[in-house]
């Protein structure tokens, strides 16, 4: 029986989702996965490390899967239609993805910030049709947030509520399906540890749901800067913790207990000193010619510690982290000495920690 002309599945409003979700499913199969690499380290330890380089997507970040995520969720619960003016409270590269894909579906953007963003991000944000709106505190971007989309009848995506339900945890091509097929080939197709850095905790949440949904002996660590207030929050079980005090690490740490952050599926969490994650950004690149930004040195600084665990148990086997986004976008910033020296960010010891570790293999930090 044909579906009467003006049944809702024909309403303008449903056509236009519709085709919403065909451009962005559409976009989705034109793009490839991104790389795994294997970064080389010394033989004998009998690991091996793999990275994967979340940098390669379209956006140049891993958000681009969170942003397609939460435009698909938004989208299927009614909260996006034609016209609406997308806000998102973001560190930055949550906002450049949400910002390309506004633009795709030519929707309205508006990202709520910290004045600290880097201009990098801030001009990637523009250059996708968005707008930035700044706050001097990293507190004030949800009310800031919900104000602005009540002011224009908009939609707040919250990625801090809602990262870790937008994203299918089972599978569906998801990060962590991703990696386990791009290792099928190798020694040890089953990693000892995942290390992840958590900004909502919904890429954590995903992995660690995956991992017991699949069954797989695989640990998950998740890496936390000084300030962020989920470290102190898993360790001490506290729900309420809160540190009130903004990240120094781009893109990861909260200065609160976020929605979307599951203490539940963490097997181990590791505070990362923030200078120690530049030394680790920028031994990366010596090391592989990789460049990345701040958050996968802090990654990388959990990893370190973790391998040399294995390597003094005689443990064989595999980890992998991710590369979140490319140093480019940290030039004035993290790739500045000057900015780092002003921050007090120089990485000094904790090069000297990462010198140490690769000719002897033991963890001194």
Same mark, same amino acid.
């Given at each position: 029986m044909d579906t009467p002309s003006n049944s809702p599945a024909n309403s303008p409003s449903r056509e236009w989702t519709h085709k919403a979700l065909r451009t962005i499913e559409a976009e989705n199969n034109r793009s490839a996965d991104t790389h795994l690499y294997s970064i080389p380290l010394p033989?004998?330890?009998?690991?091996? /490390? =793999?990275?994967?380089?979340?940098?390669?997507?379209?956006?140049?970040?891993?958000?681009?899967?969170?942003?397609?995520?939460?435009?698909?969720?938004?989208?299927?619960n009614g909260w996006i239609a034609e016209g609406t003016t997308i806000v998102e409270a973001s560190s930055g590269s949550t906002a450049v993805s949400e910002a390309y894909f506004?633009?795709?579906?030519? /929707?309205?953007?508006?990202a709520v910030m910290t004045r600290s963003t880097s201009a990098e991000k801030v001009t990637l944000?523009?250059?996708?049709?968005?707008?930035?709106?700044?706050v001097d505190r990293?507190?004030?971007?949800?009310? &800031?947030?919900?104000?602005?989309?009540?002011?224009?009848?908009?939609?707040?995506?919250?990625?801090?509520? =809602?990262?870790?339900?937008?994203?299918?945890?089972r599978g569906n091509n998801n990060i962590a399906e991703s990696i386990f097929d791009q290792l099928a080939l190798e020694e040890h197709p089953v990693p000892r540890w995942i290390v992840v850095g958590a900004g909502t905790g919904g890429t954590s949440a995903t992995i660690g749901r995956y991992l017991r949904y699949h069954r797989?002996?695989?640990?998950l660590a998740?890496?936390?800067?000084?300030?962020?207030?989920?470290?102190?929050?898993?360790?001490?079980?506290? &729900?309420g913790h809160t540190t009130g005090m903004s990240s120094r690490i781009e893109g990861i740490?909260?200065?609160?207990?976020?929605?979307s952050f599951v203490p539940a599926v963490i097997d181990t969490m590791i505070q990362v000193p923030d200078a120690a994650s530049v030394a680790a950004m920028e031994h990366l690149h010596a090391l592989t010619g990789l460049s990345a930004g701040p958050s996968t040195g802090t990654n990388l600084w959990g990893v370190w510690q973790l391998v040399a665990g294995m390597v003094a148990r005689g443990e064989r086997g595999s980890v992998v982290t991710l590369m979140c986004d490319g140093g480019e976008r940290y030039a004035g910033s993290y790739g500045n000495p000057a900015w780092l020296a002003e921050k007090g960010l120089e990485p000094g010891a904790h090069a000297q920690t990462l010198e140490s570790f690769f000719a002897t293999g033991r963890w001194e930090g």
């Open positions: 033989e004998q330890w009998g690991v091996q /490390l =793999y990275l994967k380089d979340e940098s390669c997507h379209r956006t140049g970040s891993l958000k681009h899967r969170l942003a397609r995520s939460l435009f698909l969720f938004g989208l299927v506004a633009q795709l579906l030519g /929707l309205p953007f508006v944000i523009e250059q996708y049709g968005g707008r930035c709106h700044f990293a507190e004030e971007v949800y009310q &800031a947030a919900a104000d602005i989309a009540r002011s224009t009848g908009g939609h707040y995506m919250d990625q801090f509520s =809602y990262a870790e339900r937008a994203t299918d945890w797989h002996a695989t640990e998740v890496v936390d800067p000084e300030n962020s207030a989920f470290y102190g929050a898993w360790h001490n079980r506290d &729900a740490g909260r200065p609160r207990m976020e929605p």
